[in-house]
């Protein structure tokens, strides 16, 4: 355990298992006094994956372990300290992360803005991919990608957080147990199958959330809505963001973008950048 004070504030936000309170460093820290943090707290027991690093013996839970391999992504959250501690009966996980200054979530910013231009809405889905990617260059994938697990930081930056579901992936592959997740956001149609492969099914979270950005709400009502309906388009979209929502959204796992395709995809696909200038500058 990394050893550090922090004086616990207010509560920021509370998941299926863990509690998150703002904490600020005491003087004792490493961290800049200044600068608060986040600090998750999960019950021990709730934990079902454990791992070790290279280093230690100690065993920690996996999402401590995707933090520490995702440390040099920028727009992944610092982790910076962690440890395991009893509060009465309970032996519980403390996680102290980065509380990115002036920074909201994203599923408030989508609740309040939503439907976003084209130009705004993809603007954050290349923010999104090129999270996506860097995550998946470090060897895993966040397997949770939703709003509310994404921070819009400085007016426009996102970074993303809750590792809780985090996997490795071996040769570009994880598959996991349909368990887990969040339905209709990162959880896609094979799923009604049983196992599934977090990779494909994060590109499917990818294409839900562009499609939120742009119609500002979910693209199907359930499951078997997303694996037999076509996509509705509830307003005039390019020809562009449509093929990217019907790669992205392919019910049809094999079929759908693959996720060494996925820069490629945005990028061929991108408004003209004289639309996308014209439009931020109304914005
Ligand atoms: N590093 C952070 N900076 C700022 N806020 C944070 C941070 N980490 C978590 N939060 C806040 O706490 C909330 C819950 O955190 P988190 O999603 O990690 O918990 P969880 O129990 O895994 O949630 P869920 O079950 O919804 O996936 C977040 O939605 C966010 O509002």
Same mark, same amino acid.
């Given at each position: 355990?990394?050893?550090?004070? =922090?004086?616990? @504030?207010?509560?920021?936000?509370?998941?299926? *298992?863990?509690?998150? #309170?703002?904490?600020?460093?005491?003087?004792?820290?490493? #961290?800049?006094? &200044? %600068?608060?943090?986040?600090?998750? *707290?999960?019950?021990? +027991? $709730?934990?079902?994956?454990?791992?070790?690093?290279?280093?230690?013996?100690?065993?920690?839970?996996?999402?401590?372990?995707?933090?520490?391999?995702?440390?040099? /992504?920028? +727009?992944?959250?610092?982790?910076?300290? =962690?440890?395991?501690? &009893?509060?009465?009966?309970?032996?519980? *996980?403390?996680?102290?992360?980065?509380?990115?200054?002036?920074?909201?979530?994203?599923?408030?910013?989508?609740?309040?803005?939503?439907?976003?231009?084209?130009?705004?809405?993809?603007?954050?889905?290349? %923010?999104?991919?090129?999270?996506?990617?860097?995550?998946?260059?470090?060897?895993?994938?966040?397997?949770?990608?939703?709003? +509310?697990? !994404?921070?819009?930081?400085?007016?426009?930056?996102?970074?993303?957080?809750? =590792?809780?579901?985090?996997?490795?992936?071996?040769?570009?592959?994880?598959?996991?147990?349909?368990?887990?997740?969040?339905?209709?956001?990162?959880?896609?149609?094979?799923?009604?199958?049983? /196992? #599934? $492969? @977090?990779?494909?099914?994060? /590109?499917?979270?990818?294409?839900?959330?562009? =499609?939120?950005?742009?119609?500002?709400?979910?693209? *199907?009502?359930?499951?078997?809505?997303?694996?037999?309906?076509?996509?509705?388009?509830?307003?005039?979209?390019?020809?562009?963001?449509?093929?990217? !929502?019907?790669? !992205?959204?392919?019910?049809?796992?094999?079929?759908?973008?693959?996720?060494?395709?996925?820069? %490629? @995809?945005?990028?061929?696909?991108?408004?003209? +950048?004289? /639309? @996308?200038?014209? %439009?931020?500058?109304?914005?």
């Amino acid at each position: 355990m990394r050893k550090a004070g =922090y004086e616990l @504030l207010d509560q920021l936000g509370h998941g299926g *298992f863990g509690l998150v #309170y703002r904490g600020r460093p005491l003087n004792n820290t490493p #961290y800049t006094p &200044s %600068q608060e943090v986040a600090i998750k *707290f999960t019950n021990c +027991s $709730d934990i079902h994956l454990w791992t070790t690093l290279p280093n230690s013996p100690d065993q920690i839970p996996l999402e401590a372990a995707a933090l520490v391999a995702l440390e040099s /992504v920028t +727009s992944v959250v610092d982790l910076l300290g =962690y440890g395991q501690i &009893s509060l009465g009966n309970d032996d519980v *996980f403390t996680l102290v992360m980065e509380k990115p200054a002036g920074c909201l979530s994203f599923a408030s910013y989508l609740r309040r803005q939503a439907p976003l231009t084209e130009s705004m809405a993809f603007f954050f889905l290349e %923010q999104l991919v090129s999270i996506v990617m860097a995550i998946h260059r470090c060897g895993w994938v966040h397997g949770d990608l939703k709003p +509310s697990n !994404l921070l819009i930081c400085d007016q426009d930056q996102l970074k993303a957080i809750d =590792y809780g579901l985090a996997r490795e992936v071996v040769n570009d592959q994880c598959i996991v147990p349909a368990a887990g997740g969040t339905l209709l956001w990162n959880i896609p149609p094979e799923r009604i199958n049983g /196992v #599934y $492969d @977090l990779v494909k099914s994060t /590109v499917w979270s990818v294409g839900v959330i562009y =499609y939120c950005m742009v119609f500002g709400k979910l693209p *199907f009502p359930s499951l078997r809505k997303a694996k037999n309906s076509p996509l509705r388009w509830h307003h005039n979209i390019s020809s562009g963001a449509k093929f990217m !929502l019907q790669r !992205l959204l392919d019910p049809e796992p094999n079929r759908r973008v693959a996720i060494q395709d996925l820069e %490629q @995809l945005i990028q061929t696909n991108a408004p003209p +950048s004289g /639309v @996308l200038e014209i %439009q931020r500058l109304l914005n």
